[in-house]
C-alpha cells in the first residue's frame, strides 16, 4: 500500500509538471518570458551542459561504490552508475528527493548482512558530508567575488568538522544493535583514513562537473562570467535542496539561483531561464541514464543452477 501511494503521489506530481511545461503561462509572465528565451540558447553550450550532467552523475557513483566498497560491498563501476543513474531519475519525477531512499535501498544490495540498509543509509550521510567539503570551497570562491555571505562556508565547516568527529569516534565502536550499523561507514573510514581519498576525490570531480554543466548554462544565453555565476548557483542549489517540495525541486531551486544571482548583477529574469534550462538539462539526462540504467539491473538475472548429471542444451 505504501509503494502504490508513493507511486501514486509520483504520478501526480509528473502530471503536472507535464502540465506546467505545455502551459507555463499558468506560472505567470516572468516563466513564459524564461522559457521563450530558452528557446533561443545556444545549442552547443546545451549538449556541453548535458555532458557534464552525465559527468557528474557517472562520478557521483563512484563515490557511492567507494564508501560502499569500504564497508565490504562489492560493486562494479557500471553497476554503480546504474544504480545511482535509478535514483536521479525518481529525483527528477518525485518530489521529497525520493530518489535517494531509492539509492540507499539499491546500493544496500550489494551488502551481505541483514543490518544493509542501515549501512547504507550511513554511506549516504558520509558522502553528504563529503559533499560539504566542496561546497565549502565553492562558498568560500563566491565569498572571494564578493557575491555571497561567509556563514554558510562556517556552517559547512561545522558539518565536516562534525562527520570527522563521528569517524575518529566511531572507529573504536563494535556494532551491537541494528542502529550501530548506520556507523559502519564512519567506523571504516575512521579506521582506514586512506580510504576515505577516493570519496573525496570523486566527489570533488562531481562538484567540478556540476560546477561546468551550469557555466555552460549561463553561456548559452550570452551572459558573462559564467564560471563566477555557476561558483554561486551550485552551493544555492545544494542548500535548496534540503527543502525538497517539488519534482526536481525546481521551483526552491529556481528561487535560489534567482537570490544567488541577484548580487552578482544578473536580473531576475535572467536568473529563471538559467534555472529552467539547467532544470531541463538535468532531467533529461537523468530520466534517460536511468531509464538506461534500471534496464541494467532489472535485466541482471542470477545464474541458474544446473542440476548434476545434466547438459545444457
Known amino acids: 500500500m505504501r509503494s502504490r501511494r508513493n507511486l501514486l503521489v509520483a504520478a ?5 509538471v ?8 499558468l506560472l505567470g509572465s516572468r516563466v513564459g518570458t524564461a522559457l521563450e528565451r530558452l528557446d533561443g540558447a545556444h545549442r552547443g553550450w546545451l549538449w556541453l551542459a548535458a555532458l557534464f550532467v552525465v559527468v557528474a552523475l557517472a562520478t557521483w557513483a563512484q563515490a557511492w561504490r567507494s564508501v560502499i566498497r569500504s564497508c565490504g560491498g562489492d560493486v562494479g563501476r557500471a553497476d554503480a552508475v546504474a544504480r545511482y543513474a535509478i535514483g536521479a531519475a525518481v529525483n527528477t519525477l518525485a518530489p521529497a528527493r525520493l530518489g535517494d531512499a531509492v539509492r540507499i535501498a539499491l ?45 554558510p562556508a562556517v556552517a559547512g565547516g561545522v558539518s565536516v568538522a562534525l562527520a570527522v568527529a563521528v569517524a575518529v569516534v566511531a572507529r573504536r565502536w563494535n556494532p551491537h544493535s541494528h542502529a550501530a550499523h548506520f556507523f559502519d561507514a564512519y567506523r571504516e573510514l575512521g579506521r582506514h583514513p586512506r580510504r576515505a581519498a577516493p570519496l573525496f576525490a570523486w566527489t570533488a570531480l562531481a562538484t567540478a562537473a556540476r560546477v561546468g554543466a551550469v557555466a555552460a548554462i549561463v553561456s548559452s544565453l550570452g551572459v558573462r562570467h559564467s564560471l563566477g555565476a555557476a561558483l554561486l548557483i551550485v552551493p544555492a542549489l545544494d542548500v535548496a535542496s534540503l527543502l525538497p517540495l517539488t519534482p526536481g525541486n525546481i521551483g526552491v531551486a529556481s528561487g ?4 544567488a544571482l541577484h548580487g552578482y548583477g544578473i536580473d531576475a529574469e535572467t536568473a529563471l531561464t538559467i534555472s529552467l534550462g539547467l532544470h531541463a538539462v538535468e532531467a533529461v539526462a537523468g530520466v534517460a541514464c536511468g531509464a538506461v540504467g534500471a534496464l541494467a539491473v532489472v535485466g541482471r538475472r542470477a545464474p541458474v543452477a544446473v542440476p548434476a548429471g545434466s547438459h545444457a542444451t
Not at 501526480?12 to 503536472?16: F, G, I, Q
Not at 549501512?119 to 555571497?148: C, D, E, F, H, P
Not at 535560489?256 to 537570490?259: E, L, P, R
Open 18 to 25: 507535464v502540465l506546467l511545461a505545455a502551459t507555463p503561462q
Open 107 to 151: 546500493f544496500s544490495r550489494r551488502l551481505e548482512h541483514r543490518e544493509r540498509v542501515w549501512t547504507s543509509a550511513g554511506a549516504y550521510t558520509t558522502i553528504g558530508a563529503a559533499r560539504a567539503v566542496s561546497v565549502v570551497v565553492l562558498v568560500l570562491g563566491g565569498y572571494a567575488l564578493g557575491a555571497v555571505a561567509s556563514w
Open 12 to 16: 501526480l506530481c509528473t502530471a503536472a
Open 256 to 259: 535560489a539561483i534567482v537570490v
